[in-house]
Each structure stands twice: as structure tokens, then as C-alpha cells.
């Protein structure tokens, strides 16, 4: 089967590609470094050109409002080709309660994707990931001050980057869903106190403050970032760390 993994070159499309490629599948990762724009739409009938699946993993350069426009004009862009390239599914990673915060642009905007991609003319899976271990550092950094750290309270199930992209692959090559999956890391740890585990293992001596109005978890209101019944990933966020 012929895979073209648009933002195939990142995080978790290079991982994607390899995981693909080890099944015994073709996957060809295309970005803006191999020519592919999902914007202009540069390269984007080529890529799709004999494609059996097409997996876009691209994501908006902004979190606020202006990524609305970014999901809008991608998605169209790629749902052209791809009905062109006649391509038989159409994947998306999108992120567990995605339409359940609409307080945050991003969300919104992801939301937005999937309701163009569901109101296509192509079968289609939307995998839906957890918060991903590796976006940790970042969310300390959003609101760090000095020696201190501020944090909500959210509850998040973290999961792998590895993780994510092995579901992904999997959805993948198999029969479109049609739907949703919820996939997620095998523990609910609270936004502040896997700021306090993550600080403790690398011997950083800055202190976490809960905060309920801090960074952009601030917004998210009760266990919506969680999921219950999602396929849960093997890696824990301590093993994850060591």
C-alpha cells in the first residue's frame, strides 16, 4: 500500500514513515523541505498522485486565532488532491476533547479540521492523541518566572511521541473509520504535579506554583483532556523520562 505522509518529516511523521515502512507499505513523507506547500498548494498533486492513504500530520505555525485559516486552506487544499490523486482514506491526528474547549483558539481551529475532513468526499480516520510527554518542557516555559514555575491544575493523560505515531500508522493501514479514535497515555497526573516530576528527575531546582489562571491549560475546565475509554499506550510518563 502506497502511503504519502504530508509533515512527514517531523515529530511524529518521520516516525510515522518508518513505522509504515517497516510493516511493508510505501510511505513517502513530503513536507515544505521536499517541495510540498499545504497552503500555496505546491506539490500537493503530486504527492497524492497514486496514493492508497494519505496521512496529513501538518500543523499550524500559531496557536491563535490565525490557525483557523491554516486548517481551513490546508484541508481544502489537500481534499483537492487527494480526490484527484484518487486516494481511497484520509487521515488526520487531531487531539482528545478537541470540541470541548472552544475558550481556546487551537482548539477550535482542530476542531475545524475535522469537520472539513468528516464532510469530505473521501473515507477518512481522525485519531485523536492526548497531551504528548514531549510538549512538557514547553508548557514549563509558557510560565516560568525566576525560580518559579506556574501551573493549573488540569488534569492530562501524557503519551509518547513513539506511541502516537505507532497508532497512527496502524489506523493507517486499516479500513477507514470513519470516525474516531481516542488514543492516550496510561496515567491521569494533574498539569502541576507533572511539572513537579519533570523539574525533580532533571535536577531543576525551580519550584511549581498551582496556578489556575496560568499558560493556555487555563482554559480547559474539568477531565476534558483525559479519556477514560481511549486506547491506552504502554509508556509512562516516568519511564518516559529515564
Known amino acids: 500500500m502506497k502511503c504519502a505522509v504530508i509533515g512527514g518529516t517531523g515529530l511524529i511523521g518521520s516516525q510515522v514513515v518508518r513505522n509504515l515502512n517497516a510493516a511493508g507499505h510505501e510511505a513517502v513523507p513530503h513536507s515544505k ?16 498522485a497514486g496514493a492508497d492513504v494519505l496521512v496529513n500530520l501538518t500543523n499550524s505555525p500559531t496557536f491563535d486565532e490565525a490557525s483557523l485559516a491554516f486548517f481551513r486552506t490546508s484541508m481544502d487544499n489537500l481534499l483537492t488532491a487527494a480526490r484527484a490523486g484518487g486516494v481511497g482514506h484520509f487521515v488526520i491526528l487531531s487531539i482528545v476533547g478537541t470540541d470541548r474547549v472552544p475558550e481556546l483558539d487551537y482548539y477550535r481551529a482542530k476542531a475545524l479540521q475535522e469537520k472539513i475532513l468528516a464532510a469530505g468526499p473521501i473515507p477518512y480516520s481522525i485519531v485523536r492523541a492526548t497531551q504528548f510527554m514531549e510538549f512538557m ?15 493549573p491544575a488540569t488534569p492530562v493523560q501524557p ?49 511549581v506554583v498551582t496556578d489556575p489562571t496560568a499558560g493556555m491549560f487555563a482554559a480547559v475546565k474539568g477531565d476534558v483532556l483525559t479519556d477514560e475509554n481511549a486506547h491506552l499506550a504502554p509508556t509512562r510518563y516516568t519511564d518516559w523520562l529515564s
Open 159 to 207: 503519551i509518547a511521541a513513539k506511541d502516537v505515531a505507532a497508532a497512527v500508522a496502524e489506523v493507517a493501514a486499516g479500513t477507514p473509520l470513519n470516525g474516531i479514535r481516542n488514543i492516550a497515555g496510561p496515567e491521569v497526573l494533574p498539569l502541576d504535579e507533572l511539572g513537579r516530576i519533570t523539574l525533580s528527575r532533571k535536577g531543576d531546582a525551580r519550584t
Open 33 to 48: 523541505s521536499t517541495g510540498v506547500d499545504v497552503i500555496s498548494g505546491q506539490g500537493l498533486d503530486e504527492a497524492a
Open 137 to 151: 518542557d514547553a508548557a514549563l516555559s509558557w510560565t516560568a518566572d525566576g525560580d518559579t514555575v506556574r501551573l
